[in-house]
C-alpha cells in the first residue's frame, strides 16, 4: 500500500466542496435528538456545553490538518501504515472501517425509527431499509465525486426547512433560560461530551484530504464547516429549551422534529410530515459518504473491489435492519457507535499527532545524517 | 433517456404500494373528543368524527366507547362504527370536569406519545360531562358541534379575552415550575355550547372557576394582548359633573337619579403585564400593567371636553384593574393557582438548589404583589 495516493487530476475537487461534505456528515441525524441529551446534564446553561464542545472539535480539527500537512497527500490508512508498519497499521485502519459500519448502521436504523414513529407505524424495517440501501449502492456506484454532488444539492435544498423554525422561535419563554451560570463545571464537560455523537463526522477529512485540489483552502473551509453545524446544533439546542420546559425536554425524544408540529399553514396542516420527508435529504449525505468510506478504506487496506465490499456490505445491512426494530435496542447501536466514535474521533488524533511529528523529525534528522 | 425515464416513472408506481395507505372513505377522522371518568375508574369517549359516506347526508357522527385507556375507550367505539376511526386530525379535546378535577395529564401524555396527533389542537373542559355537552349540543344544533366550540374559543383566543389554549401551551405551562395552565369552561346556555368561564389549574388538575372577564386579566401577564373589548364598571361619583343630562339639556347632575356605577365599555388597543421580584427574602412582588384603551361606549352620555375628564377617567379605570386584579389574585392564592407565573419569575432569581413544585406550593399562598396599572386612554371615538 502506497502512504501517499495519486489522484488523477480529472478526479480532484476543489476544497469548497469541503464545506458541504464535512456539514452533510455532521447534521444528520443525531441533531434531533441533541437538545434532550446536552438539557439533562447541563440544563439551561446549555449553551456554554455546546460552545466548548465546539471549540473542542476546532481543536481537533486542527490537529488533523497538522498531522495530514506532514505528508505530501495521504489518508488516514497512508499514515498508519507509515507510522504503525503493516500488521499494526492494519489493525487501527480496521478500527476505522468498523466505525464507518457502525455509524452507518445507526443512521440508518435512526431514520427508519423516526419515518415509523411519524408517519407509517405499520412500514417494515425491510421495506424501508431496502429503499434507504438501494439509493445508496446507486450514489456510491457514481463514486466521490457524484456523492459530493448529492451532498452540495441536498445541502444546499434541505435549508429551506430552517424557515418553519421562525413561528416556534416566536414563543419562546426567555425565563427559561434564567438563571445563568447555575451547571457546575463537571455538568457543562457532560453536556459537552454528549454532543459528541451530533458533531461526529468530521473525521471524514482524514479520508478525502488527498483528492483535494487546492490545499491551501481546506483549512478555512474545514472550518467554516464545522462553525456552520455547531451554530445549528446551538440554536436547534437553544430554541427548544425556550421552547419546552425542563420537565417537557428531558422526556421528548427527538425535541427538534416536535418543534416543527406547531407549524401550520392552511395548506399543510401538519408540517412535521413534510419535515420527516425532507429528512432523508439530511440522511442520504451522511448514508453515502459512510458508505464510500467504508468501500474505499477496504480498497485501501485489503485491496477489495470497492463494489464487491458495497453489495456485500447492503446485503449485511439489509439483513441487520430485521434485528434491532425496538426502540431501546436502536439506541444501544447509538450509543455503541457514539462510545465508539468518541474515542477514535476526538481523543485518537492527538495521541497520533506526536508520534506523526517524531517519526519526521527523525526522517530529517536520519536524512541530514547520511548526506 | 427515455428507456431511464419509463424506468423511474414503473419504479414511482411501483414504490406507492410499499407505504401502507389509508383510502378516505373508510376513515372516521376524528375531530372532536369528549372525554369523561366514569364508575371504576373507566374513560368514557364521545368521539365526533367526519365520515365520507355517499349514503349519508349527515357529514359528522357521534360514537361513546368505554375503556380503562382512552385508546382502549377508541377502539371500544370503534365497534359501533362502520369506519376506521383515525385520530391525526383531532382539534378540540374537551374534558369533563370531575375529570379535569382528579387530573388529566395521563390523558394529554398519550396525546403527546403518538407523534400523529397534532400539538395545535385546543384543550377545554366543560362545567357538566363532556358527554353531555356534546351530545345535547349535536342534538340541538344539528351541525358540528365540535367545530362550533373550536371557533369559540379560537375567535376570543383571537380576541385575547382568553389565553392560548392550545395542547403545547398546556403542556408547556403545566410542566413549568412555578406556573398554572387555563382552559376555557364550555358550558350549555339554551343548550347550546358556550363559553361560561376559566378554569384555574393547579398542575393538571382544575381547582376553581374563574370569571371569564379574569381570563383577560391573567392573558395581560401571558402575551401582548391588543384589540380586546371590555366592560368595566366606575363608580358613578367622580363623573357626576360630566354627564350630559337629556332632559334638562345641560350638564346638571341629576340628582333624581341616584345610580351608583357608570358602566363603560372599552377596547384594549395595547396591554402588557410584567412582574418583577421586590424582594426575594419576603416574596415581595411588583406586578406592572400598562394599558392603551380607547372609549367605545358608555351607559350614560359622559362627555369627555377636556384633559381633566380624561384624566379623571384613566385615574378611575387603573383603580378598578387593580382592585380586579387584587381580587383575582386573592382567589387564585386561595385555590393555589398561578397561572400568572410568580413561581416562575422566583425560579430564575433564586440562586443554589432549582426551585421544586412543592416548594413553591407551599411559598405561593404567603406572596404579597403590588399591581400598578398604568392606563392611557387613547381615543374616544368621533364625539367629545
Known amino acids: 500500500m502506497e502512504i501517499n495516493v495519486k489522484i488523477k487530476p480529472n478526479m480532484r475537487i476543489q476544497a469548497f466542496y469541503l464545506f458541504f461534505i464535512i456539514v452533510s456528515m455532521q447534521i444528520g441525524v443525531g441533531i434531533l435528538g441533541v437538545p434532550r441529551l446536552v438539557f439533562s446534564e447541563a440544563k439551561q446553561d ?7 464542545a465546539a471549540a473542542y472539535v476546532i481543536i481537533v480539527l486542527l490537529a488533523m490538518l497538522l498531522i495530514l500537512k506532514q505528508y505530501d497527500n495521504a489518508d488516514i490508512h497512508g499514515i498508519h501504515r507509515d507510522i504503525f508498519g503493516k500488521w499494526l497499521g492494519k489493525i487501527f485502519s480496521t478500527v476505522y472501517i468498523l466505525y464507518f459500519a457502525i455509524a452507518f448502521y445507526s443512521v440508518l436504523l435512526t431514520y427508519i425509527e423516526v419515518v415509523k414513529v411519524f408517519v407509517f407505524p405499520d412500514v417494515s424495517n425491510f421495506v424501508m431499509g431496502l429503499l434507504l440501501i438501494s439509493l445508496t449502492i446507486y450514489g456510491v456506484l457514481g463514486g466521490l465525486r457524484v456523492i459530493i454532488g448529492v451532498s452540495f444539492v441536498f445541502g444546499v435544498l434541505a435549508n429551506w426547512i430552517l424557515f418553519l423554525l421562525i413561528h416556534p422561535a416566536l414563543q419562546i419563554d426567555f425565563n427559561h433560560y434564567l438563571p445563568l451560570f447555575q451547571a457546575p463545571f463537571v455538568d457543562l464537560l457532560k453536556g459537552a461530551r454528549a454532543t459528541s455523537y451530533t458533531f461526529m463526522g468530521f473525521e471524514i477529512l482524514f479520508l478525502v484530504y488527498p483528492f483535494i485540489q487546492n490545499k491551501n483552502k481546506v483549512r478555512i473551509s474545514s472550518l467554516l464547516a464545522v462553525t456552520w453545524s455547531s ?23 427527538w425535541a427538534v422534529l416536535v418543534l416543527f408540529k406547531t407549524q401550520s399553514f392552511p395548506f399543510v396542516e401538519r408540517f412535521d410530515y413534510i419535515v420527516v420527508a425532507e429528512l432523508m435529504m439530511v440522511v442520504v449525505p451522511s ?4 458508505m464510500w468510506g467504508l468501500t474505499y478504506s477496504m480498497k485501501r487496506v485489503y485491496k477489495v473491489k470497492q463494489k464487491l465490499t458495497l453489495y456485500v456490505a447492503a446485503i449485511i445491512f439489509l439483513i441487520g435492519t430485521f434485528f434491532f426494530e425496538k426502540h ?15 474515542w477514535f474521533i476526538y481523543v485518537y488524533p492527538f495521541v497520533l499527532l506526536p508520534l506523526v511529528l517524531l517519526k519526521k523529525r527523525l526522517k530529517k534528522r536520519k536524512g541530514a545524517g547520511s548526506s | 433517456m427515455i428507456k431511464k425515464t419509463i424506468l423511474l416513472l414503473i419504479f414511482s408506481v411501483i414504490l406507492t404500494s410499499c407505504v401502507p395507505y389509508k383510502q378516505l372513505e373508510e376513515l372516521g377522522i376524528i375531530n372532536t373528543r369528549g372525554v369523561d371518568v366514569t364508575e371504576n375508574n373507566r374513560v368514557e369517549t364521545t368521539i365526533i368524527a367526519y365520515q ?20 382502549g375507550a377508541r377502539e371500544n367505539a370503534g365497534y359501533n362504527t362502520n369506519f376506521e376511526l383515525s385520530p391525526g386530525q383531532i382539534r378540540l379535546e374537551l374534558y369533563g370536569k370531575e375529570t379535569a378535577e382528579e387530573g388529566i395529564l395521563e390523558y394529554l401524555s398519550t396525546l403527546v406519545r403518538d407523534a400523529r396527533v397534532s400539538d395545535t389542537m385546543l384543550v377545554a373542559i366543560s362545567n357538566i360531562t363532556a358527554n353531555e355537552v356534546l351530545t345535547v349540543g349535536q342534538e340541538e344544533l344539528n351541525t358540528d358541534v365540535g367545530q362550533i366550540i373550536q371557533s369559540l374559543i379560537e375567535k376570543e383566543v383571537k380576541e385575547y379575552s382568553i389565553p392560548k389554549t392550545s395542547l403545547q401551551h398546556f403542556l408547556h405551562i403545566e410542566a413549568d415550575i412555578g406556573q398554572d395552565p387555563v382552559a376555557p369552561i364550555i358550558g350549555l346556555r339554551n343548550n347550546k355550547p358556550a363559553i361560561v368561564g376559566i378554569g384555574a389549574f393547579s398542575n393538571d388538575r382544575l381547582v376553581g372557576e374563574l370569571h371569564i372577564d379574569q381570563a383577560f386579566l391573567i392573558n395581560t401577564f401571558l402575551t401582548n394582548v391588543k384589540g380586546t373589548p371590555m366592560e368595566i364598571s366606575l363608580p358613578r361619583e367622580p363623573f357626576v359633573d360630566f354627564i350630559f343630562n337629556n332632559e334638562t339639556n345641560s350638564m346638571q347632575p341629576d340628582k333624581l337619579e341616584d345610580k351608583e356605577h357608570l358602566t363603560i365599555l372599552v377596547r384594549i388597543s395595547k396591554g402588557k403585564g410584567d412582574i418583577t421580584l421586590k424582594n426575594i427574602d419576603d416574596l415581595h412582588f411588583e406586578a406592572n400593567v400598562h394599558l392603551e384603551v380607547d372609549l367605545y361606549e358608555s351607559s350614560e352620555l359622559l362627555s369627555v371636553k377636556n384633559k381633566k375628564i380624561a384624566a379623571i377617567l384613566e385615574e378611575e379605570i387603573e383603580k378598578e384593574f387593580k382592585r380586579q386584579y387584587d381580587v383575582l389574585l386573592a382567589k387564585l392564592q386561595e385555590i393555589d393557582s398561578d397561572p400568572l407565573g ?8 433564586k440562586k443554589g438548589e432549582r426551585l421544586t413544585d412543592t416548594e413553591w406550593r407551599e411559598k405561593y399562598p404567603n406572596i404579597t404583589v403590588d399591581f400598578n396599572v398604568n392606563v392611557d386612554l387613547m381615543h374616544y371615538g368621533t364625539i367629545q
Not at chain 1, 446549555?46 to 466548548?52: M, Q
Not at chain 1, 446544533?233 to 420546559?245: E, P
Not at chain 1, 431501546?328 to 468518541?342: D, H, K, P, S
Open chain 1, 231 to 253: 451554530l445549528l446544533v446551538l440554536s436547534a439546542t437553544m430554541l427548544a429549551i425556550g421552547f419546552f420546559s425542563a420537565e417537557q425536554l428531558e422526556r421528548r425524544e
Open chain 1, 328 to 342: 431501546f435496542e436502536t439506541q444501544r447501536v447509538i450509543n455503541f457507535a457514539e462510545q465508539f466514535g468518541f
Open chain 2, 52 to 71: 365520507f359516506d355517499a349514503q349519508n347526508p349527515q357529514i359528522t357522527t357521534s360514537t361513546t366507547g368505554v375503556g380503562k385507556t382512552i385508546k
Open chain 2, 342 to 349: 410568580f413561581g416562575g419569575i422566583y425560579r430564575t432569581k
Open chain 1, 287 to 290: 448514508l453515502l459518504f459512510l
Open chain 1, 46 to 52: 446549555s449553551w456554554i456545553s455546546i460552545l466548548v
